[in-house]
């Protein structure tokens, strides 16, 4: 074999050797490249007598232009290779279900849901929300809604009391949200129109009792409030919370130490095998106290009962929760059982509002 034929099966095994790009483009600056083997070969036509070009010029532009085709190849055969691997390395099988998100995942618990159900409807009719603590005194939770001291309507309430503190003052767990009323009327100045929805406590456990629940104050102070703007008002609210066209409402005498007169009130509804439904029927639920505010709370919170009047109401939301969504226990709502949440539960995303629909 001559030096070229050497040369030529020499350089063509390196190309086809080689095992990736990076090394096949050494192999072509070794051959090809200023100072490559076969551009060396090249420089040395200039030099020799026309015959000698004429015979050897063929042969090492032959071989140039065959090292040159055999890297173009194989460049050609590296690239769909690896374009092969990464094919296999990154395929992804589109057959497989979506994973859910957090965001989807997640549920809203029934409590939290009805909460911002009721902050939209009385929003809507420009109430604003109010708040107060869980350890109440004494005088919020009892004293101040004009319930007397050793009256038995406080032992209406199964009362959890904290260990007197170093005054010898006994904090309860409050019973109930009217506390916040008395908080508001301290606080502010009336015209006043809140809802306070919050966590209360009473000691008592069953079916449909739990040690802590849920309840929604309502409370409007102004000049000339009646109870016909109580009416409407709760009339408004139980056909938007029902999501019902009209609900018949009954109000029943009753008694509370903190109004004057006070009603229970009951609404329409339809008993039919374990289901109930609103606006329909001749049956009568319970689903809240109200009344006046009675002259003496205005007169603990320093309004003068000649001036301001107004009325209050108080609901039990978990029950509320119950009746609207079909759940027969309250007592899965506090524990945590994530299939229960799955169940009840709501989307995070879908808000309760009164124009896109409380539970569209
Ligand atoms: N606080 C009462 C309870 O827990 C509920 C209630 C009744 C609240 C009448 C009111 C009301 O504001 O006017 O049993």
Redesign the pocket.
Known sequence: MNDLATLESDLLGQVDAAPDEAALESVRVSALGKKGAVSELLKTLGAMSPEERKAKGPLINGLRDKVHGAIANRKEALAEAALERRLQAERIDVTLPVREGPETRGRIHPISQVMDELTAIFADMGFSVAEGPDIETDFYNFTALNFPPGHPAREMHDTFFLKPDQKGERKVLR??T?PV?IRTMLSKAPPIRVICPGRTYRHDSDQTHTPMFH?V?GLVIDRHANIAHMKWILEEFCKAFFEVESVKMRFRPSF?P??EP?AEVDIQCLRKGGEIRFGEGDDWLEIL???MVHPNVLENCKLDPDVYQGF???MGIDRIAMLKYGMPDLRPFFEADVRWLEHYGFRPLDLPSLVGGLTS
Do not use: P
């Open positions: 019973t109930h009217s009323q309840q104050e509370f903190f109004t006070s106290g109200c009344g209050a109401w108080g």
